[in-house]
């Protein structure tokens, strides 16, 4: 059954008739192992932060709360560079016929394997953190890189990629039609290659690597998890756009806990929510939103569902939300001033909104049928992944110090 709140935040189980789930082997540990360990030979390699939240916990009503901050990550306040340097790496071990445990960094950026392979042109479309980890990734290891931003895009995310070195220009499209015009000038490049984490007919190998490039956080956060005595999170709220990061760490940890899976949830920004939609459709067919898809949530303005990341998604999430911009900006603000002993986190408008949805659920009345569906209680040991630090710091001060997308709804009172 949906749940709605004056057509702002919309919720389902999921009851989707599950697929052959033939995807899922792709986030075996081992294979994510593979990533890890190529993350590791780059000299800026750190593991990234986990969170314990005792107070907030506390306050919200369950034995644990800890989230995996990205914005450490390696020193561009986001997750986006884990996929794209993996799945360009991949590329590269493919084209010159070896294994890509073969390719470390130190092989990979040396002048002599540049003179062997040659300059490769990498395209993608991005709202700014993936296109920036493209162009990081292309200028670390000689290549080229040229990005597509879609309308609205924020001139200081444009700025931060154009300073990796790659051509980069803001188009008057959204999202979905920048990835169909960075394709087709992939296509017409000689050298050219489209590094994309949504897939499409005939376009998957790379849209996998990225997922397995993900997947780095998410082993990270398990092992982490483990210092801190938790042997197994019961649920996992994470942000998707496409779809490739819900994908890659829902699919990680059914591997991972197979036969014991986490209570997994997917939270979407509701004017984007193609997996919501996908999901109360009920049938397994993906719903494409169109439009200009306008939210806070710039990095999950994203109308069209990753096959593959989708696949996973239908065969293993519990449930799926869509969710107004408010809840965005109230996780924003959760982070960022937390309760007396607590770490603060500094999280944009894409990182914060599944801290914004648990906090709605477990706070506000007309909410508690979504936490009994989801089984949240006092036992209830909670994963979140805020995926970027402040990357528009414009937006960030509107967010914290302005007030923007304050909660000051009639329905919306604090038990």
């Excluded at 709360?65 to 071990?93: C, H, P, Q, T």
């Excluded at 084209?95 to 300059?119: A, H, N, W």
Aim: charge should be neutral; proline fraction near 4%.
């Amino acid at each position: 059954m949906n749940r709605t709140n004056n057509a702002e935040m919309a919720f389902t189980m999921n009851h989707i008739p599950p697929s052959n789930d033939k995807w899922l082997s792709l986030m075996e540990p081992d294979e994510v192992r593979k990533a890890l360990r190529f993350h590791r030979s780059f000299p800026q390699y750190e593991v990234t932060p986990l969170h314990n939240l005792k107070h907030m916990a506390d306050y919200l009503g369950v034995r644990g709360l800890y989230v995996k901050d990205e914005s450490y990550r390696f020193g561009l306040n986001a997750f986006k560079v884990l996929g794209g340097s993996y799945a360009m790496a991949k590329y590269i071990a493919n084209k010159t016929g070896r294994d890509v445990s073969e390719l470390p960094y130190s092989v990979l950026s040396s002048k002599e394997f540049r003179d062997e392979m040659g300059c490769t042109t990498f395209y993608t479309a991005t709202d700014g953190n993936h296109g920036r980890g493209v162009a990081w990734a292309a200028h670390q290891l000689g290549q080229k890189a040229v990005v597509r931003m879609p309308w609205g895009s924020s001139e200081i995310r444009r700025n931060n990629i154009a300073k990796e070195g790659a051509e980069v220009t803001i188009e008057d499209l959204n999202y979905d039609d920048c990835v169909r015009l960075a394709s087709s000038q992939a296509e017409a490049d000689p050298n050219g290659v489209i590094v994309q984490d949504t897939a499409w007919r005939g376009y998957t190998d790379i849209p996998s690597w990225i997922m397995q490039g993900y997947g780095t956080l998410a082993i990270e956060a398990d092992r982490q998890l483990l210092a801190y005595g938790v042997e197994r999170p019961t649920h996992i709220f994470v942000q998707a756009g496409v779809g490739s990061l819900a994908g890659s760490v829902i699919g990680y940890f059914a591997n991972q806990y197979k036969g014991n899976e986490p209570i997994m949830t997917v939270v979407e920004a509701g004017s984007a929510a193609c997996l919501y939609r996908s999901a109360a459709k009920g049938t397994g067919q993906t719903v494409r939103v169109t439009g200009k898809l306008d939210t806070i949530m710039a990095g999950l303005a994203c109308g069209e569902p990753n096959r593959i990341g989708w696949d996973i998604l239908r065969n293993h999430a519990a449930g799926f939300a869509s969710c107004p911009d408010w809840m965005s900006a109230k996780g924003t603000r959760m982070y960022g001033v937390p309760l007396a002993g607590d770490d603060t986190i500094i999280s944009g408008e894409s990182g914060s909104v599944t801290m914004g949805f648990l906090a709605s659920i477990l706070r506000y009345p007309q909410y508690e049928s979504i936490r009994e569906e989801l089984k949240i209680d006092s036992r209830s040991k909670i994963l979140l992944i805020s995926t970027e630090g402040n990357t528009d710091p414009t937006r960030f001060r509107e967010v914290v110090w302005d007030g923007l997308y304050g909660v000051r709804h009639r329905n919306e009172a604090v038990v």
